[in-house]
């Protein structure tokens, strides 16, 4: 009893001491983000009860060995309580993912929206498609994105082109550990677009290369040893882009690859340099003067350097970064040109988060 005793008090109090005395880590590298900060220590965080709150996050990021105690609870979770999920993170065969529902308010607010913006582009041919969670390719019979509901939705709030690309697009379209698109597994997606969208791009005449392995989002969360990602691109050598300085709002020369950002906290800012507001695109060598305004997230930064082949100039516009009328005062629309709406579930579930107004 004695000797139990003692080895508990010596286990939770060396954990106290080493805790406090090492060094926090910076950046929680599995997780993608930073740890919460030391509260501000003062009577009236105390007096509300702030200061605690804000204080179990700190410990908790900053605990000697989280990653370790994370991956004994998934463990846990999943080999010893044989739950099928994890928060609503799952991992198989297949590779890992989460089911995540449908928001209808949110989708109906994206609808409208896009409404706004496509009454506002005079003489545009319109277009739109979702891209949906990759769980309902993952063969598990569980709650979660329904595309059916997905698409009335939309369609019941917009009256142009609707692109349908769930029946195009299967589990290996995804990365495994990423909630992302595979650029290498996206040609019957460019076909769907292109047969609503008057282009035909042979995606063989060009280069594959391969780059790296890495780990997605999902690695992280779920904790546990679920594999890589191969990083493969195309090589479009005709293809140049620039960025917009948010700080001048002039465009700047930039990559289509950034093989730096690789290396960085989420590697699919390797496409066109993760989050941006405005990119454009030129193709040198394009045989139509095509221009394509495409309203997009991060899922379009590796499917746009694709749609080159048939556009001499694609607008990429972030709206989660920019808000419209800012848009407007520094792209000019070119009439007949055509615009397409292209959105994940996880920015049509948050629409708040786009800048229209």
């Known amino acids: ?42 009577a009236q965080t ?9 204080f179990e996050d700190y410990a908790a990021d900053n605990f000697i060995l ?13 080999g010893l309580f044989l739950q099928t999920d994890k928060e609503g993170l799952y991992f198989g ?23 706004i913006i496509a009454d506002s582009l ?11 969670d990759k769980s309902i390719y993952a063969n598990r019979n ?70 790296g392995e890495f780990k997605g989002v999902f690695a992280g969360q779920i904790a546990l040893p679920i594999g890589r990602d191969y990083m493969l691109y195309f090589d479009f050598p005709h293809l140049s882009a620039s960025y917009l300085n948010v700080w001048t709002m002039e465009m700047e020369s930039g990559y289509i690859y950034d093989y730096y950002r690789f290396w960085g906290m989420d590697p699919y800012d390797f496409f066109l340099s993760g989050g941006q507001p405005l990119i454009i695109l030129e193709n040198e060598n394009a045989e139509y003067e095509r221009v394509l305004y495409l309203f997009r997230d991060s899922f379009s930064s590796s499917l746009a350097p694709l749609l080159s082949g ?13 808000d419209f009328r800012t848009v407007q005062q520094i792209i000019e629309f070119k009439p007949g040109s055509d615009a ?9 579930n948050n629409s708040d988060f786009l800048l229209v107004w």
């Open 142 to 211: 569980f709650p979660g994105f329904n595309p059916k509901l997905a698409k009335d939705i939309l369609q019941e709030r917009l009256d142009f082109t609707f692109i349908d690309l769930t029946s195009v697009m299967d589990i290996n379209t995804f990365y495994r550990t990423d909630f992302h698109w595979d650029q290498s597994q996206l040609g019957n997606v460019v076909d769907a677009l292109g047969a609503e969208m008057n282009f035909n791009i042979n995606l063989s005449q060009y280069e594959l290369n391969f780059y």
């Open 310 to 322: 048939a556009y001499s100039k694609i607008v990429l516009i972030d709206l989660r970064y920019i």
């Open 1 to 42: 009893m004695k000797i139990t005793l003692v080895l508990c008090l010596t286990v939770i109090f060396g954990l106290g001491i080493i805790n406090i005395i090492h060094t926090p880590p910076e950046v929680l590298y599995s997780e993608r983000r930073f740890p919460a900060s030391l509260p501000p220590l003062s």
């Open 340 to 348: 397409l709406f292209l959105y994940s579930t996880q920015v049509l």
């Open 122 to 132: 005079e003489d545009i041919n319109m277009y739109y498609a979702f891209i949906p």
């Open 46 to 54: 105390i007096v509300s009860a702030e200061y605690m709150d804000i």
């Open 93 to 115: 065969r297949d590779g890992a993912g989460e089911f995540e529902q449908i928001n209808v308010q949110s989708f109906k607010q994206a609808a409208d929206m896009i409404n």
């Open 66 to 78: 989280r990653d370790a105690f994370r991956s004994l609870r998934a463990i846990s979770v999943f």
